[in-house]
């Protein structure tokens, strides 16, 4: 059996409804080899060796350009001025809602319009890239902000007007064309690579550098897999801006274990949806190389999940989810089906896009709560799939020495393991979702 849902995809480009094959000199000015012969970009590069405490920061030099307020706010503002947004996004009203949680609540109309809904499958976390579908090839070079890269040399170097080398396949950075918020843009590892939507270490790595460089904790960065709410699979991560704090980001959390990366993992306590978070580390490579064994693992047993880079990239949240696969089964409740709300990572995180007025104007921390439970894995799902990812990171890295100790002391006074045991241990999962009554 395939599992599919029907909905409205997003439209990220002004290019994407039309059918851009790669014609020679399409007339576009996209970005395949029709068009990219002597076009040039911004490009910043940045420098590698960010540590995940911050200290280093005072030694940084000034740099040649702010990365968050003149590049990127700066280009995202100019392209608002171009109309190249489907909509105004600074337009659209937002509010917190009241209650424990300080959940967000925007009333975005313009989203979904004038669009058919379509069908996607959700059972697949890993399919292969399609070059006939939709990609980031395919966008105007207008919609790209800049390239990002890592620098040469050690410092962070800017340069205006760049020549695009598409044999280095350079990673880009481009507006979203449906913003949900003010700096809404996509980060597109190695673009000419055709990379289909996977966490890899090299990839998440530049994620981390994105959000360190923006050095701003109100700009975060997203990442949903296929089977979580991703519409193009073609590598992506999202980010935007947005100076109120996540509900996610002040959820309380238990630690499980300090790996011996000096990376810290807890679980959520508290919060409708069950997920990780990885903290901490003596760099940020390590945090980085920690959590894509996370995700690599969630791929590798076909699990969807969603990925917030939160804290200028020194905090990552991992959220597991099976909504689609309910909605796909028939298990979603009518009433939240009729919010044609999609649960991706910014409402996961607490910051909930809403595309009808009375959902906008009833929206309440209960409703919030309610739509995001469905979201989430069963405790016990959640448990089983926690022993997966703890049992593919040890592979790689050993627990602390005296968490291995503590974890034997404990194993002697309370006798067998019991199903709660943070200890990794090989549990064979199950490809349902078990719902949680
Ligand atoms: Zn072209």
New binding site residues.
């Given amino acids: 059996m395939m599992l599919r849902i029907k909905r409205v995809p997003t439209i990220v480009s002004n290019f994407q409804a039309e059918d ?1 094959g ?2 020679s ?12 012969q002597g076009a040039k970009l911004p490009l910043y590069a940045f420098k590698k060796e960010n540590s995940v405490d911050g200290e280093k920061a005072q030694e940084k030099k000034e740099p040649p350009v702010e990365f968050l307020d003149s590049l990127l706010l700066g280009e995202w503002e100019d392209r608002m001025q171009r109309g190249l947004f489907r909509y105004d996004v600074t337009a659209c009203e937002t509010k917190v809602i009241p209650g424990d949680y300080g959940f967000v609540a925007q009333l975005n109309e313009g989203r979904h319009l004038k669009k058919r809904p379509t069908e996607f499958r959700v059972d697949k976390v890993l399919q292969p890239f399609d070059g006939n579908k939709f990609n980031f090839t395919k966008v105007g070079q207008e919609e790209v902000l800049f390239q990002f890269e890592a620098s040469e040399d050690g410092d962070v170097q800017f340069f205006p007007n760049a020549p695009i080398d598409v044999d280095n396949s350079p990673s880009v950075v481009a507006i979203n064309v449906s913003p949900i918020e003010y700096g809404h843009v996509l980060l597109i590892p190695r673009i000419f690579e055709c990379l289909p939507q996977r966490i890899d270490r090299e990839s998440f790595l530049l994620a981390l550098y994105m959000a360190a460089e923006a050095a701003n904790p109100y700009f975060r960065l997203g990442y949903n897999s296929l089977g979580a709410f991703a519409t193009i699979n073609h590598l992506h991560f999202q980010a935007y801006y947005l100076a109120v704090p996540f509900p996610i980001e002040k959820a309380s959390t238990k630690k499980v274990t300090t790996l011996d990366s000096g990376v810290k993992i807890s679980e959520l306590v508290n919060y409708p949806v069950r997920g990780l978070v990885f903290e901490g580390g003596n760099t940020l490579q390590d945090l980085s190389n920690n959590v894509s064994e996370a995700c690599s693992c969630l791929q590798d047993n076909n699990i969807p999940y969603n990925v917030l880079i939160a804290d200028c990239g020194r905090r990552i949240f991992l959220l597991p989810q099976c909504y689609a696969e309910k909605q796909a089964l028939g298990e979603v409740s009518a009433e939240l089906l009729d919010t044609q709300v999609n649960p991706a990572v910014w409402e996961i995180s607490g910051h909930i896009v809403l595309k009808r007025r009375e959902d906008f104007e009833g929206a309440s921390e209960g409703n919030a709560w309610r739509l995001l439970a469905e979201v989430s894995l069963s405790e016990e799902r959640f448990q089983e799939v926690n022993a997966l990812i703890f049992e593919a990171i040890s592979s790689n890295s050993r627990l602390l020495e005296e968490e291995a100790a503590d974890l034997a002391k404990n194993r002697e006074e309370s006798g067998p393991i019991k199903g709660s045991s943070r200890r990794p241990t090989m549990v064979s999962g199950t490809q349902e979702c078990l719902v949680l009554q």
């Fill in positions: 851009a790669a014609r000199g399409c007339g576009r000015n996209c970005l395949k080899s029709c068009c990219i």
